[in-house]
């Protein structure tokens, strides 16, 4: 089960994905090759920290959200 789970960023507190497919779903298509690369990669040592920095970037930016387009 892919529960929600939440984190803050630049202040902000926003929903980040909680599993590999659901990390790999919300990045663009550009970046799926090189999540993918890195989640095969990783050793168990280096799992966690390899998803935390994924999950961090297929998250939303709250200050980029709020700049006028």
């Given amino acids: 089960m892919d529960v929600a789970r939440k984190t803050f960023v630049n202040g902000s507190e926003v929903e980040v994905p909680n599993?590999?497919?659901?990390?790999?779903?919300?990045?663009?298509?550009?970046?799926?090759?090189?999540?993918?690369?890195?989640?095969?990669?990783?050793?168990?040592?280096d799992i966690h920290a390899?998803?935390?920095?994924?999950?961090?970037?297929a998250s939303p930016d709250p200050e980029a959200e709020a700049l006028p387009g």
């Fill in 50 to 57: 390899v998803m935390r920095h994924w999950m961090l970037e």
């Fill in 19 to 45: 599993s590999i497919a659901a990390i790999r779903a919300a990045l663009s298509e550009e970046r799926r090759g090189d999540f993918d690369a890195a989640i095969n990669g990783a050793g168990v040592d």
